[in-house]
């Protein structure tokens, strides 16, 4: 994991995002919500590139708006 300061930020923001998806998921029982906000949490700590830890986050966070179940 990399140190650098707006690292840190966007990694705090999309784990942020991700635990609202994941509590989200787990009360209503919703599984695609839940899956994200588990993603959310973890791929910040495997992803060092600035421009990619957006882009993905950006990703996983949009994936519940377009995909219901």
Not at 2 to 10: A, E, G, Q, S, T
């Amino acid at each position: 994991m990399n140190l650098d300061p707006l690292n840190l930020f966007f990694s705090f923001l999309f784990s942020s995002i991700g635990f609202g998806f994941f509590l989200y998921g787990k009360k209503q029982s919703r599984m695609v919500p839940l899956v994200c906000g588990i993603a959310l949490f973890i791929y910040p700590y495997f992803i060092s590139n600035r421009w990619l830890l957006v882009g993905i986050g950006l990703g996983l966070s949009l994936i519940p708006y377009f995909f219901r179940d």
